[in-house]
Structures are given as C-alpha cells and as structure tokens.
C-alpha cells in the first residue's frame, strides 16, 4: 500500500506536518510518501498565466503523486478561515490538468492549530469539496490546541480522546484501502 501524506501548507516545520505524518505513521504496512507542498510553489494562478504558461511541470508532478498513491493523508492549516494560499494555488494548477484531482483515492482529511478552533472551518471545507474533486473522504477529524494535546518530544499524541479518535479514522481509511 502506497500513502501519500502531506500539510496543506508551505511551512515545513508546522504542526500539520506534524500530524499528517504521524498519521502515516501509524499504517505499519504502507510505504509513505510524504511531500512538502512548499516544493511545488508556482505563479499565482490565472487564465492569462495558464494561457501564457501552460501546465507547470510542479502541478504536473503533484497530480503524479496523487496518482502513484493508494490513499491520502492531509493535514490542512488555516489562514482566515480557509486554505492556505500555498495550497490553494497547488490545487488550482492541478486542477486544470484533471478536475478529479483526487482520483477517487480514499481520504483521511486532517487539521490542527494552536488555538480552540483547530482548523475546523478549513476542515469542514475541505471535507464537503473533496467530492466535487474525485475524493473519498473515509474520515476526517481536527485537533484543537495542538500543543496541549500532542508531544513534540516524544512525537505521540497525549490527549487519548484525540488519540483514539485518530486511530479509529487511521483504520477506516486501512480498511477502505485493503
């Protein structure tokens, strides 16, 4: 089995990064394939630099990690209540190449942030557009307050009820998969 996990977002060391591949981690049987979307940064999207540029071989290359993969894990974070730029951009890109950009491949739909909120909104959007784009959201869930629920040090979630809803959704999307 072949997972792909990454952050909605083009900060490297943050938390979502954090979380999407301790989900990963978490289906000893997968081989994991994890990207940092800060890779595939291009001009921000338009018709004119779509016309003017074509299909940048980083969106193409995205879309290939999506299709080499069996199942995906992303973690988004949330810049005013939305996705973030970063990944907003990926996506559009992407989605020129094929609208169905998840390719029907089963989804564990993640956010955390430091605060109450957890990333919620962007979670709940993400979650009610996926279909729209060819995605099987198996499961999803947000984790409020990171740093008060998980352990950097000992990198393990320390809040078991978070904990245990992140293993229920980590085996549906298992089982979605086998």
Do not use: C
Not at 34 to 46: A, G, N, R, V
Request: charged share 20%.
């Amino acid at each position: 089995m072949k997972l792909l996990a990454f952050a909605a977002s083009n900060n490297s060391h943050y938390i979502n990064r954090i979380l999407a591949n301790y989900a990963a981690s978490a289906i000893p049987v997968a081989k994991i394939d994890t990207l940092d979307i800060h890779d595939y940064e291009m001009p921000i999207f338009s018709d004119e630099r779509e016309k003017q540029l074509g299909q940048p071989e980083k969106a193409r290359r995205f879309y290939q990690k999506i299709t080499d993969a069996d199942a995906l894990i992303i973690s988004f974070a949330e810049h005013n209540g939305t996705y973030t730029a970063a990944y907003k951009n990926l996506f559009d890109w992407t989605s020129r190449i094929n609208s169905r950009v998840f390719q029907n491949k089963p989804m564990l739909l993640l956010s955390t942030s430091p605060g109450l909120g957890g990333a919620s909104s962007v979670l709940a959007t993400a979650v009610k557009s996926a279909p729209y784009f060819a995605g099987d959201v198996v499961a999803s869930l947000s984790v409020p307050r990171f740093f008060d629920n998980f352990d950097l040090k000992r990198n393990q979630m320390i809040n078991t009820d978070f904990e245990t809803e992140l293993s229920n959704a980590v085996k549906l999307l298992t089982n979605r998969i086998n």
